[in-house]
């Protein structure tokens, strides 16, 4: 099934840059009407109820989700502006300590 539809897909593809003398909307209608038709097919065949299956699922424990306030959320992005500027300050102390001995220390170089 899930070749059916790629063929569909394939055709609709084939018949938009084939019909190159038609109008703009007779390519498009071909490629979009092959694009439907193979997503149908798709959802149709066994692969196609199970992705269905779990996006039902997914869509269940997404309900279930408790989403912070935006109180919550503009502290928790300060609290990550914070330590990516902590971060930030540390990494950069850091590599000119190592470059300060690297060439000051052991090269000599000034």
Known sequence: MLVLAALFVLLGVIGFYTLTSQGVFTRA?????GLMVGSFVALISPAG??????????WREVRKVVWPTRKEAGQTTLVVFGFVL????????????????????????K
């Open 29 to 33: 209608a071909s490629l979009v009407s």
């Open 49 to 58: 109820k199970k992705f269905i299956g779990f996006t039902k699922d997914s």
């Open 86 to 109: 902590v971060m930030a300050i540390y990494l950069w102390l850091t590599d000119k300590t190592i470059e300060w001995a690297v060439f000051s220390l052991f090269l000599g170089w």
